[in-house]
């Protein structure tokens, strides 16, 4: 590597982890020193013939990394010439330091799972290859759900293929809506904020209910910012415009003040601080509705149980929960065998087995028809209501700076999830502090 595109790289990754390093202590950045060096190792072709390239994830819970795995080993063993390294780096929110500091080292993963919505940082690393030649020429591209590659896309060109999809929906107890005399599922915020109202129940009057319409996720991080998101889409809103920060769009306020009314008619309690995915409260009956995804372990669990779609504003919808699979640059023989199994991973085969093994939707056209998957649905028919919302589920952005931006807005949500401010006056602060530093630094 030239000593000047060296420098650039290590200039553009500072301007990314600056963020991280005021939260991380050093400790970790060692431990993610370490985990490079050991991978290393593991870089050099270990036969002659057979190429070894390492797949960096951070797939949960254990048993969906276990579907994983499986299909991994059925990869490696039909292929004499690629063994694919499925190594878990850890939960993604601690890996992008990680991964950054891979980059900078020039020792990255031969594939990277993650969101999409880092693709605009690894864009401007140099850190990964696109992928719209390779998969043109590919008769499996005909079988991909098609608005989950134009997800994926930035600046005109295919950054990453999809591993999965999925999207939110609202699980309700059916044997809750029951007792309070609700026969239907609310279609509209509306709706909605009164179901919320008739599902909370204070039995001694004390004022603290013990069962409450919906659980609200509390908490700045991504899952707060991921769950809100439907509700700015189903108002018409954006946080982006013309690549900037657009935090104070009127969708935007409308879609947080409505978190924030359920809040004041006391029909909606917070999770704990960054736990708004767990769902405990939900199976014990404490709350009735919970904004999750077809992961849920909800349908693990032995409790009633249904789900219905995002309710309207002006518009269905709802947000997309793709991971996805990157190419970093490496080698060209190394790419090449990375993208044989990008191939495999999108197949009708993996997508059958992972699908049903997961709950996550499968991203290949003949898997969702297959009779296997089909079969599947029909003992879970709460999974078409997921299905049936693909077509209205949109992506986060998947600019440059977004965890800039997710911070803020999730800084915004808090804040006005715990009465410091206003859904208007929270969301407008975002938007200043972003204002100050978003050409400067966007991480």
Known sequence: MKVSTFISKIKAALQYCFYYIRQLSFLIIVLSLCLILSSCQNLVKKNAGVVHINLWQGINPPVNRDVFQKLVDKFNQTHDDIQVDSIFAGALEQQLPKVLTAVVGNVPPDILSFYPQITGQLVELGAIQPLEDWLNKSPIKSEVTSNLLEELQLDGHLWSVPLYTANLGIFYRPDLFKAAGITTTPKTWEELRQVAKKLTIDRNGDNRPEQYGILLPLGKGEWTVFSWFPFLLSNGGEVVKNNQPNLIDSGAIAALKFWENLLKDGSATLSPPERGYEEDSFIAGRVAMQITGPWTYIAKSNVDYDVF???????????????????MKTTPEREKAAMKFLEYVLSEEFQTEWSIGTGFLPVNIKSAQSKAYQQYLSQ????????????????????????????????????????????????????????????????
């Open 380 to 443: 879970k028919p709460w999974l078409k209501v997921f299905m049936e919302q693909i077509p209205v589920a949109n992506a986060r952005p998947t600019i440059a700076g977004y965890s800039r931006l997710s911070d803020s807005l999730g800084r915004a949500i808090e804040s006005t999830l715990m009465g410091r401010s206003t859904a208007e006056k929270a969301l407008k602060m975002a938007q200043e502090r972003l204002d100050l530093i978003w050409d400067s630094n966007k991480n």
């Open 309 to 327: 779609p995002i309710p309207v504003s002006v518009q269905p919808a709802t947000v997309t929960a793709t991971g996805n699979l990157f190419v």
